[in-house]
């Protein structure tokens, strides 16, 4: 299995910036899709965005869009997102994902990281 560790969560105050982390094990992720998703508590897992090998990305709900940003470094095995303007909803456990490019779902999942936005 392909395992994910997720770094960078913590306390920030409302309009600030954190940028969360996640490093493979594998030795090249160069073939998988990566994908963050974030659970708030009592709510249901979210999408959040994903990115390809080549850098093609996709966005989840319009309320990330624009302060968002998924990449990733290939040669580090690395997949990061950068979140900008955070406001107290973002509020969430984030959570790394990889799935093969002809899988219909995610196979692999990291622990999580928490992300307290506060007001």
């Known amino acids: 299995q392909v395992q994910l560790v997720e770094a960078g969560g913590g306390l920030v105050q409302a309009g600030g910036s954190l940028t969360l982390s996640c490093a493979a094990s594998?030795?090249?992720?160069?073939?998988?899709?990566m994908g963050w998703f974030r659970q708030a508590p009592g709510k249901e897992r979210k999408f959040v965005a994903s990115i390809t090998w080549s850098g093609g990305y996709t966005y989840g709900a319009d309320s990330v869009k624009g302060r968002f940003t998924i990449s990733r470094d290939n040669a580090k095995n690395t997949v990061f997102l950068q979140m900008n303007s955070l406001k107290p909803e973002d509020t969430a456990v984030y959570y790394c994902a990889a799935r093969q490019s002809d899988s219909s779902g995610y196979d692999y999942w990291g622990q999580g990281t928490q992300v307290t936005v506060s007001s």
């Open positions: 594998a030795p090249t992720l160069s073939s998988y899709i």
